[in-house]
């Protein structure tokens, strides 16, 4: 079971700290292009937010960094996976997310136990330029399938219009960027799908 259905992605701790307080429980800290002490910086404050608040963080590839802060979650994608001290995650007793696109990685992701996979994208998205086609709702059933109870993130193109048949398709949480990011009031959005996802 995750935290909660929905599953915002931000890429700084300031945009951490403008959501976490309306209320959400589950959120991935994405940060690009920055140093491994900016990095640090960030993930601890992040992470005094979220323990002040009862949300569950998530740290996007430095596991090392959440390993030397205390944060107990990372997501990784394939090729941070490849790198990533498996055994030094485990050990530390950190949960793990991993991204997938295809069957191959689906493989390559069960065969290290992670607490969730996600798959993705589900729609078109514009954030950035995706080597893979729109996967849609019939590969979120598949994947629901192949992993029996482990929990599964969906995530690319969803908005609240999508948000329900994406549920009902089989995916237990919605990992959520461009639909808040881009909004004209980005907190009043983050609300209308904490009204709408309430937690299960």
């Known amino acids: 079971m995750l935290p909660h259905r929905f599953y915002p992605i931000v890429p700084d701790s300031g945009w951490l700290e403008r959501l976490v307080p309306l209320g959400v429980k589950f959120v991935q800290l994405r940060i690009k292009d920055a140093s491994a002490g900016e990095v640090t910086a960030q993930a601890k404050r992040a992470a005094a937010v979220c323990q002040e608040q009862n949300c569950t963080l998530v740290l996007n590839d430095f596991w090392e960094v959440a390993l030397d802060t205390g944060i107990r979650f990372i997501h990784l994608g394939q090729d941070d996976l490849r790198a990533a001290d498996l055994e030094a995650i485990k050990l530390a007793g950190v949960k793990l997310g991993i991204s997938t696109h295809d069957d191959t990685e689906l493989e390559?992701?069960?065969?290290?136990?992670?607490?969730?996979?996600?798959?993705?994208?589900?729609?078109?998205?514009?954030?950035?330029?995706?080597?893979?086609?729109?996967?849609?709702?019939?590969?979120?059933?598949?994947?629901?399938?192949?992993?029996?109870?482990?929990?599964?993130?969906?995530?690319?193109?969803?908005?609240?219009?999508?948000?329900?048949?994406?549920?009902?398709?089989?995916?237990?949480?919605?990992?959520?960027?461009?639909?808040?990011?881009?909004?004209?009031?980005?907190?009043?959005?983050?609300?209308?799908?904490?009204?709408?996802?309430?937690?299960?």
Do not use: C, H, N
């Open 108 to 200: 390559r992701a069960l065969a290290v136990e992670p607490d969730y996979v996600a798959l993705g994208p589900i729609y078109e998205t514009k954030l950035k330029a995706m080597p893979w086609a729109p996967q849609g709702l019939e590969k979120i059933a598949q994947w629901r399938k192949r992993i029996g109870r482990l929990p599964l993130v969906a995530i690319g193109g969803i908005t609240p219009e999508r948000a329900k048949g994406v549920l009902d398709a089989g995916a237990d949480s919605l990992a959520v960027i461009t639909d808040f990011i881009t909004a004209a009031d980005p907190e009043a959005r983050v609300r209308d799908w904490l009204r709408q996802l309430q937690s299960p």
